[in-house]
């Protein structure tokens, strides 16, 4: 198993930054990918940014530009900056680590960040 605990989210002005952690715990030597996802009142939860072990990163298209996924393998840590913060980016934040030998994926219990405009 896999825990992976988040750092607490906050209260932000638009145009803001916010720096959020997760580190995972357990059994992690088969973790690869790491991420984040986000889940707006009344939305679907949606895809963010991902690193790999490698640091390949992919991002998605809203956050590209603004937001910054970065990793310390040595810390099992996967952090994500969050420049230029927009009222549309409020939500509750998720990290998400998968295993390679599985493909099972674990989730973080979620931390809130709200932009106000």
């Known amino acids: 198993q896999v825990q992976l605990v988040e750092s607490e989210g906050g209260l932000v002005q638009a145009g803001g930054s916010l720096r959020l952690s997760c580190t995972a715990s357990g059994s992690i030597f088969s973790i690869d990918a790491m991420g984040w996802y986000r889940q707006a009142p009344g939305k679907l939860r949606e895809f963010v940014a991902q690193i790999t072990s490698g640091s390949s990163t992919t991002y998605a298209h809203s956050v590209k530009g603004r937001f910054t996924i970065s990793r310390d393998n040595a810390k099992n840590t996967v952090y994500l900056q969050m420049n230029s913060l927009k009222s549309e980016d409020t939500a509750v934040y998720y990290c998400?680590?998968?295993?390679?030998?599985?493909?099972?994926?674990?989730w973080g219990q979620g931390t809130q960040v709200t932009v106000s405009s």
């Open positions: 998400i680590a998968t295993d390679t030998d599985s493909l099972k994926h674990y």
